[in-house]
């Protein structure tokens, strides 16, 4: 038994849990299953699965393990095929394996995850693992094959693939209108209260962002209330306690559906640029380049359609 073989019975077992239903579906005797795993766990030196009567569970060193198998069986997989699809003949049905991807909760709810059926029709032996955190993710530690990042590129040590701008808009509940009114220029906002949003609890909260005559300014405002993610932000301004600002492509839906109100259209803070990033390897996997290249043309679509919703630039303050 070769040692690739072994790493697929090893997966089988890992994903079913279960030695006896790993060998059924591979079709080999029970034994060869426990042999192959014990002669992985020889061979590395570090036990992979816990055994009891009743479950197999991975162990920390297992998991890990597992995860490094996956992605090199597919790239073996592909490896072995790349000649023979080297001209799309086969639809895309070619690429197989796992893509590790990472982006915010709102590009993945209303931008990514809607569009995600034609994918994998097009490619249906794909396996997509969406990661919808507001954390900035280590992406070769983690294992992300690429993330989506809206902001300022601060990794040097990544690849990025810029795709656009990602328009802002301000918003506020029905609920927070009724109580503290329509702000209509940015003289009216010391009458009214902004949802903190800072990276880390006790930094200082930067303001109200918008562009006057042309020029990035920030205006101090009072608010009750600081989070440090985006699920938090959300709910804070749907349950009425303050003005937010945020991309567009994250908040659409409630917009669309009046749960949310965009204000102070004319003084949006500036757009924020929106990349793909990528480790900087030397040969990207087929598969994974597919699903970038994918992912490229979903987001540059999606901000198209916003630029064509975009307002004129902002004016005077006093207006």
């Not at 590790?100 to 709102?106: L, N, P, W």
């Not at 932000?233 to 349950?239: N, T």
Request: hydrophobic residues 45%; charged residues 20%.
């Amino acid at each position: 038994m070769n040692p690739f073989d072994r790493m697929h019975i090893f997966i089988r077992v890992a994903e079913l849990a279960s030695f006896t239903q790993a060998a059924e579906a591979l079709g080999i005797p029970k034994a060869s299953a426990s042999t192959a795993v014990q002669q992985l766990e020889t061979q590395l030196g570090t036990r992979l699965l816990h055994r009891t009567t009743r479950r197999v569970q991975l162990t920390q060193d297992g998991q890990a393990y597992y995860e490094r198998c996956k992605d090199l069986l597919a790239d073996v997989d592909e490896l072995q095929s790349m000649f023979q699809h080297a001209d799309g003949a086969d639809g895309g049905n070619g690429l197989r394996g796992r893509v590790r991807v990472d982006m915010s909760t709102g590009m993945a709810r209303n931008v990514v995850v809607p569009r995600l059926p034609e994918l994998l029709a097009r490619h249906p032996a794909l396996e997509l693992e969406l990661s919808s955190t507001e954390r900035r993710v280590d992406v070769v530690r983690e294992g992300f094959d690429c993330v989506l990042r809206t902001g300022a590129v601060m990794d040097s040590g990544l690849v990025a693939r810029p795709l656009g701008l990602a328009r802002l808009v301000n918003c506020a509940s029905p609920g927070y209108l009724r109580a503290h009114g329509m702000p209509r220029v940015l003289a009216d906002l010391p009458g009214h209260r902004l949802v903190h949003f800072v990276s880390t609890l006790g930094a200082r909260a930067a303001g109200f962002e918008s562009v006057v005559d042309g020029a990035p300014a920030v205006l101090a405002m009072q608010g009750a209330v600081t989070v440090n993610n985006a699920e938090a932000y959300m709910a804070a301004c749907l349950a009425g306690l303050g003005i937010i600002q945020v991309p567009r492509l994250g908040v659409v839906d409630l917009l669309e559906r009046g749960e949310l109100v965009e204000v102070l259209p004319e003084w949006a803070a500036p757009a924020m640029p929106l990349t793909l990033m990528y480790a900087n390897r030397r040969n990207v996997p087929r598969r994974v380049r597919a699903v970038m290249d994918w992912l490229a043309e979903v987001v540059t679509a999606h901000l198209a359609a916003d630029d064509g919703a975009a307002l004129p630039p902002a004016g005077d303050a006093g207006r």
